[in-house]
């Protein structure tokens, strides 16, 4: 069965102070490269294979997808298109995991009342070794 990762890209990208305002889009792209690393083996806890979706909004809007790595811009708020997704993930008859990456504590409230777990930025901000 298919885990489905939801990242908050906001949320992971803002949570290292590495000069990221400066451009949103491409602190955004390179999150989303970091992530195909996760596709093949799922992230700790939560094993693989994962189908991938980023999340973007504002300034981060326009980051095209990868084969491994959908990413969804959000047409206002992230937070919003998340908890839709979460929810359509809750609703689906597939039985999958959906896993959210954020350290929004009110995100994580709205996705967990649709069945949807979360996990924090750490999760997903390093790209796993060659040992998983």
Known sequence: MRTLLIVDAANVVGSVPDGWW???RGAAE??????V???ADG???HPGPAEIVLVVEGRARGV??????????????????IVE?????????????????????????RVAAYGAL??????VR?????DG
């Open 22 to 24: 400066r451009d949103r």
């Open 30 to 35: 390179r999150l989303r490269d970091r992530l």
């Open 37 to 39: 690393a996760y596709a």
């Open 43 to 45: 992230v700790p806890g």
């Open 64 to 81: 095209e997808s990868l084969p491994e790595v959908r990413v969804e811009s959000a047409p206002g708020s992230g937070d919003d298109l």
């Open 85 to 109: 997704l979460a929810a359509c993930a809750g609703d689906a008859a597939d039985g999958r995991e959906c896993v959210v990456i954020t350290a929004d504590r009110e995100l994580r409230r």
């Open 118 to 123: 979360y996990a924090g930025p750490r999760t």
């Open 126 to 130: 390093e790209a796993p070794g060659p």
